[in-house]
C-alpha cells in the first residue's frame, strides 16, 4: 500500500494535467413593471426575476500549457434561472413572456475548445460574438437599462452555434476580431428510395441557412476605447437576423467620471420590419468610495418603409447605483423608463417603466 502512495504521488508530481477553475454569479432582482399599451390600457407586477445586473450562471475555464507558448482552453458557462424549477416566472425583466424555471440545467451560455498562443486566439464552439462586446459597451451591459433586450441597439447579438472566432493580439493598443457561423444548404429531397422512414424525414426537408460574418476592431489605450463591429448575415430562407448591423462606441475616463457614447445603422435587403433602423447612446459613470453612479440615454429611429408615414421610433432612459459591499457582492437599484411611439392597440407596448433592486454575489 505504501510503495502504491509513493508511486501515485510520483506520478502526479511528474504528469501534466489541465487546469480547471470554477466561477459564477448568482443575481435575483426583486422588479415593478408598470405596462401602458397602445390603446391605454396598463398593467403592473411586482415579482422576482434575475439576471438585473450580470447573469446567474456558473462557468468551468479549462487550460492546458501545451509548450513552446502554446495553450489549450475550453469554457462552458451553464446560464441558469434564479428559481426553483416549479416556478412559472423563469424568464428575466427584459427576456419575454413568463416560462418555468430552471435552477440548474443549460439555459444558454458561451460554450468553446480553442488555442491560444503568440498568434490570438482561436475558438470553435458558440463564443461569444463580437458584436455582443460592442452592443454591451454601457453602463448596463445588456441588463436593465441598457435597452439590449428591447432592441434599441439594433438585433441583439450574442452567440451562434456552429462558429469559429478568430482574435489577434493586441497592437499598440488594437485588437482585431472575426467570427464565422456556417450556413446551412437546402435539401428537398423527398425520395421514396431513401426507405419509408428516412423518406417522411426528408419530405420536411432542410432550410437554407445563411453563413454569418462577425468582424470588429477594439482600440483601448490609457483612458481612451473604441470599437467598431460589422454583423453580416447571408441570404437564407430561415434567416431571422438582419443582413447587415454596423455598431460603434468610444469611451474617456478622466478621474472617477467615464463618458461614453455609441451608435449603430441596421438594414436588411429588401426591407424587414424592425431591422431597418438606426441609433444612438450617450452614458456616463461617476464612482466615490464604493458607489458608483450610472445614466444613460438612447434612441432608435425607424427607417422601415412600411412605417414612413408612423415610424415606431423607440427609447430609453437609464439609471442606476451600485454599493460593493465587498470585491464579490454588490447591492444594486435600477430604473428605466421605455417608449415606443405610434402605438395604437392593446397587443402593442407603448411605454414602460421598471424599478429593480437586487444583490449579485460573484464566487
Same mark, same amino acid.
Given at each position: 500500500m505504501k510503495k502504491t502512495l509513493v508511486a501515485l504521488a510520483a506520478f502526479a508530481a511528474t504528469a501534466s494535467f489541465a487546469d480547471v477553475v470554477l466561477t459564477g454569479t448568482f443575481d435575483p432582482t426583486v422588479i415593478k413593471?408598470?405596462?401602458? +399599451?397602445g390603446a391605454g390600457a396598463v398593467g403592473n407586477q411586482t415579482n422576482m426575476t434575475y439576471n438585473g445586473r450580470g447573469t446567474s450562471q456558473i462557468t468551468f475555464k479549462v487550460s492546458e500549457d501545451?509548450?513552446?507558448? $502554446?495553450?489549450? %482552453? #475550453?469554457?462552458?458557462?451553464?446560464?441558469?434561472?434564479?428559481?426553483?424549477k416549479e416556478d412559472q416566472y423563469g424568464k428575466g425583466a427584459d427576456q419575454g413572456a413568463p416560462a418555468a424555471g430552471i435552477n440548474f440545467g443549460?439555459?444558454?451560455?458561451? %460554450? +468553446?475548445?480553442?488555442?491560444?498562443? &503568440?498568434?490570438?486566439? %482561436?475558438?470553435?464552439? *458558440? @463564443?461569444?460574438? @463580437?458584436? $455582443? !462586446?460592442?452592443?454591451?459597451?454601457? @453602463?448596463?451591459?445588456?441588463?436593465?437599462? !441598457?435597452?439590449?433586450?428591447? &432592441?434599441?441597439?439594433g438585433t441583439a447579438h450574442v452567440r451562434q452555434s456552429q462558429t469559429v472566432n478568430y482574435t489577434s493580439p493586441v497592437f499598440s493598443g488594437l485588437t482585431l476580431a472575426w467570427g464565422h457561423t456556417f450556413g446551412v444548404n437546402s435539401d428537398a429531397n423527398a425520395s421514396a428510395a431513401a426507405g419509408a422512414a428516412n423518406a417522411a424525414i426528408a419530405a420536411g426537408g432542410v432550410t437554407q441557412v445563411g453563413a454569418v460574418d462577425d468582424i470588429g476592431a477594439f482600440y483601448a489605450n490609457g483612458p481612451v476605447t473604441a470599437a467598431l463591429t460589422q454583423y453580416k448575415a447571408a441570404a437564407g430562407a430561415a434567416n431571422t437576423v438582419n443582413n447587415v448591423l454596423t455598431s460603434y462606441n468610444a469611451s474617456y475616463t478622466f478621474g472617477a467620471a467615464k463618458v461614453m457614447v455609441g451608435g449603430h445603422t441596421e438594414s436588411a435587403v429588401s426591407g424587414t420590419s424592425g431591422q431597418d433602423n438606426s441609433g444612438s447612446f450617450y452614458a456616463v459613470t461617476y464612482t466615490t468610495g464604493a458607489t458608483t453612479f450610472m445614466g444613460q440615454i438612447a434612441k432608435q429611429s425607424d427607417k422601415y418603409t412600411a412605417n414612413a408615414a408612423a415610424p415606431q421610433n423607440k427609447g430609453i432612459? &437609464?439609471?442606476?447605483?451600485? +454599493? *460593493? $459591499? !465587498?470585491?464579490?457582492?454588490?447591492?444594486? #437599484?435600477?430604473? !428605466?423608463?421605455?417608449?415606443?411611439?405610434?402605438?395604437?392597440?392593446?397587443?402593442? %407596448?407603448?411605454?414602460q417603466t421598471k424599478t429593480a433592486a437586487g444583490v449579485q454575489v460573484n464566487f
Open positions: 413593471t408598470s405596462t401602458t +399599451y501545451l509548450g513552446g507558448g $502554446l495553450t489549450a %482552453i #475550453a469554457l462552458m458557462e451553464n446560464d441558469f434561472q434564479a428559481q426553483n443549460s439555459g444558454g451560455g458561451e %460554450i +468553446y475548445t480553442g488555442l491560444t498562443g &503568440g498568434f490570438g486566439t %482561436i475558438k470553435l464552439g *458558440a @463564443p461569444n460574438t @463580437p458584436t $455582443l !462586446s460592442t452592443q454591451a459597451a454601457n @453602463p448596463f451591459g445588456t441588463k436593465l437599462g !441598457s435597452g439590449f433586450g428591447e &432592441g434599441i441597439q432612459n &437609464g439609471l442606476g447605483v451600485d +454599493y *460593493a $459591499l !465587498s470585491k464579490n457582492t454588490t447591492v444594486y #437599484a435600477r430604473y !428605466s423608463q421605455y417608449n415606443v411611439d405610434n402605438q395604437t392597440v392593446n397587443t402593442t %407596448i407603448k411605454q
